[in-house]
């Protein structure tokens, strides 16, 4: 009983946060108001369904078909999206699982996979049925299809880069000194601040935020990293659907936001996953050289009780 109530309780509250990041998100839109390019709700299932196995898959399809009717979708549109919303997040899951995929992404395997297999791979699909969804329910027309496509696509597959890792490598518990948690706290908000400027900036320094992820990566990997990606990339969305990030049609606005907020994504997740191997690395390294040198120790022990044990006392 216990176990089905947590089950149960795991799908409600999937259902919730699937909903009320979905609410979030299309503030974002940039297309009919159905597509956003940065959807938090399937970062936050790929990650649930890492996390408590595929049997919350209701969840997402509750939370799917309730964001979908509360848009005022038609009946079969929304039945559409919502299948294609709850594939592609189990496509990801089977995905990850089958290759091995460690939660903890503390080696370059799993961001690979993260990147390749959960978000570019498997987004597919929903960008597939939910633009079939729209075009057959008359919401956008047929030449409108490749760009709404490529928009859910890519805002899906961000979704995954940006909020997936994050809720994965969220800390239970810091054990750190105050010193490091100030360090820590100064990063995000230096990170905040300096995203809000260069994202509505007319003198295009987005370049300036890498160092702040790099140094996120390299001091506190993912646990400050992925935090830093996510202000990062929600600065650069609101900028566009504000009209001031990129200057030109939808197409240019998605190239060039959807660059950025890869490249955001891509050198927080990657660098610190590097930082995690070259970290287990030096400590395997160190253990390895304490068990050797223990190791001589104890037989040098033993070599000189064996000579002392071969000396005969005077008499």
Not at 10 to 18: E, G, K, L, P
Not at 125 to 136: E, K, Y
Not at 210 to 234: E, G, K, Q
């Amino acid at each position: 009983m216990n176990a089905a109530f947590r089950t149960a309780a795991t799908i409600a509250a999937v259902a919730v946060a699937y909903f009320a990041t979905a609410q979030v998100g299309l503030v974002l839109a940039l297309v009919k108001g159905q597509v956003t390019p940065l959807w938090l709700p399937t970062g936050i299932s790929v990650a649930a369904l890492l996390m408590s196995g595929r049997r919350i898959w209701p969840g997402i399809t509750l939370g799917a078909f309730a964001a979908n009717i509360f848009l005022g979708a038609p009946l079969f549109s929304a039945l559409l999206i919502t299948a294609g919303n709850t594939a592609a997040p189990l496509l990801a899951w089977y995905l990850l699982t089958r290759f091995g995929f460690r939660p903890a992404l503390d080696r370059l395997k799993d961001a690979l996979l993260l990147v390749f297999a959960g978000a570019l791979g498997a987004m597919l699909v929903s960008a597939v049925v939910g633009s079939a969804a729209l075009r057959l329910g008359g919401v956008i027309a047929w030449h409108e299809v490749p760009a709404v496509a490529s928009v859910w696509w890519t805002g899906d597959a961000m979704g995954v880069l940006v909020f997936t890792p994050l809720l994965l490598t969220v800390p239970r518990r810091w054990n750190a000194p105050p010193r490091r948690l100030a360090e820590a706290g100064a990063l995000l908000l230096t990170t905040a601040v300096l995203a809000s400027f260069v994202t509505t900036s007319e003198l295009r320094l987005l370049f300036l935020v890498f160092p702040m992820l790099i140094w996120a990566a390299l001091r506190f990997r993912h646990a400050i990293a992925a935090p830093c990606a996510v202000i990062i990339s929600v600065a650069a969305v609101m900028s566009a659907a504000s009209g001031h990030f990129a200057t030109g049609d939808l197409l240019t606005t998605m190239i060039v936001l959807q660059a950025f907020n890869g490249s955001v994504a891509l050198t927080g997740l990657i660098l610190s996953a590097v930082t995690s191997e070259r970290n287990e690395a030096k400590e395997a390294v160190e253990r390895a050289c304490v068990q050797l040198a223990e190791t001589v120790a104890r037989y040098q022990e033993e070599g000189v009780r064996k000579r002392l044990g071969r000396v005969v006392p005077p008499f």
